[in-house]
């Protein structure tokens, strides 16, 4: 029905840049809130960035400064750019999206679609 697939993980030093992606495609009707979270080994999933859809943001204040969340209308994409990356930032991250997709019989059904996580390691 939707799907959300995520890019730009990977390995980095301290101190440099990821940029991640999360393009979402499927029966979409509308788009609302987007957001990054994230998960380290041994804690809870948290919540990283989030963008509405009248693109107002917040963030985590871990990451405030270093972290910027946009997103492509066009596209039905997010995106997170981080930057200053410490050793704390290593996770698996996970994109969210809340939407209205049509669903069974075409009606509208609203949802929080997940990405399948992407793995972001910080080396010192």
């Known amino acids: 029905q939707v799907q959300l697939v995520e890019s730009g993980g990977g390995l980095v030093q301290a101190g440099g840049s990821l940029r991640l992606s999360c393009a979402a495609s499927?029966?979409?009707?509308?788009?609302?809130?987007m957001g990054w979270y994230r998960q380290a080994p041994g804690k809870k999933r948290e919540l990283v960035a989030a963008i509405s859809s009248a693109d107002s943001t917040n963030y985590a204040d871990s990451v405030k400064g270093r972290f910027t969340i946009s997103k492509d209308n066009a596209k039905n994409t997010v995106y997170l750019q981080m930057n200053s990356l410490k050793l704390e930032d290593t996770a698996v991250y996970y994109c969210?999206?809340?939407?209205?997709?049509?669903?069974?019989?075409?009606?509208?059904?609203?949802?929080?679609?997940w990405g399948q996580g992407t793995q972001v390691t910080v080396s010192s």
């Open positions: 969210s999206v809340d939407l209205v997709a049509s669903g069974i019989g075409g009606f509208p059904t609203s949802l929080t679609s």
């Open positions: 499927g029966r979409i009707l509308s788009i609302g809130s």
